[in-house]
């Protein structure tokens, strides 16, 4: 390669990469969370009835295509024409009209969905940041727009269940455009499904119903007996969902955002 070319060349991917990260959420999208106490569903032992959170950062809104389009630019191995299907199956990216354009199906604005949790991972990490534990998730899913924990709230979880009634092939709306809850977190119910980075921890699964080792009762329609707050349903349904997934797994409504321990830099 000639010296100009090279020059130009070199232009180029630095012009990239300052698009690249002007299209990437900034530290000042991410909202600070103080360390607290989570109560999980199903507590994994009796001493375990309140879990610790430490202090994080979390996305006010979960990523958006506009977002993922710009990572897979910089990492053309996440795109759906390269990726390994170990990483991701075949539904990956299925909605962008093309490997590095989006279309009408994916709107620039509206959360990015049918992602891998392999994919989701490696966009958090090329943030310098990483997907949201469940207890960190739960943490702050649980504030109503006016209190920490609305899951006390008939009309707060009602709203929330009649989504999860409705059809998982519609459309999705625009990132950020409902209520921001208590914590100033958006989007976190009402829109799309998000990943965690233990997604595959949950309390509910059907692989469990043959296990002998006395742990039946966790898993499937018994574990609603054991569950700390048996009217909690929305939880319920998360775990569950949860628990059915694989980490190449990609549907229309599953997408994700990024957290970051405190004091973390990106």
């Known amino acids: 390669m000639s010296p100009l070319a090279a020059t130009l060349v070199s232009a180029l991917v630095g012009l990239l990469d300052g698009s690249v990260r002007r299209a990437l959420p900034a530290g000042e999208d991410m909202v600070a969370i103080e360390a607290g106490t989570y109560t999980p569903l199903f507590p994994p032992s009796p001493e375990e009835e309140r879990i610790p959170v430490a202090g994080f950062s979390i996305d006010r809104t979960p990523v958006e295509n506009r977002h993922f389009l710009a990572f897979v630019a910089t990492h053309p191995q996440w795109r759906r024409d390269r990726v390994q299907r170990v990483s991701a199956d075949m539904g990956y990216l299925a909605h962008w009209a093309g490997a590095t354009t989006l279309g009408a199906g994916a709107p620039e604005r509206a959360p990015v969905t049918r992602v891998s949790w392999f994919a989701a991972k490696a966009y958090c990490e090329a943030r310098g940041a990483r997907l949201p534990t469940e207890a960190e998730w739960e943490y702050v899913a649980s504030a109503s727009e006016t209190a920490p924990d609305g899951r006390k709230d008939p009309s ?8 999860y009634g409705k059809p998982g092939n519609q459309a999705l709306g625009e990132v950020g455009a409902g209520a921001a809850n208590f914590y100033g977190v958006k989007d976190l119910h009402g829109l799309a499904w998000e990943w965690v980075l233990d997604f595959n921890s949950a309390l ?7 296990d002998a080792n006395g742990d039946k009762m966790k898993f499937c329609g018994a574990s609603a007996l054991l569950a700390k707050n048996k009217a909690d349903y929305a939880t319920f349904m998360r775990l569950a ?11 229309n409504s599953l997408g994700f955002r990024c957290a970051r321990d405190a004091g973390a830099k990106p």
């Not at 707060?156 to 989504?163: E, G, Q, S, V, Y």
């Not at 509910?204 to 043959?210: C, I, M, P, T």
């Not at 969902?241 to 549907?251: D, G, H, I, K, P």
């Open 204 to 210: 509910v699964g059907s692989d469990a119903r043959a």
């Open 156 to 163: 707060w979880n009602a709203r929330i269940l009649a989504w």
């Open 241 to 251: 969902m949860r628990s059915s997934l694989s980490a190449a797994y990609t549907t």
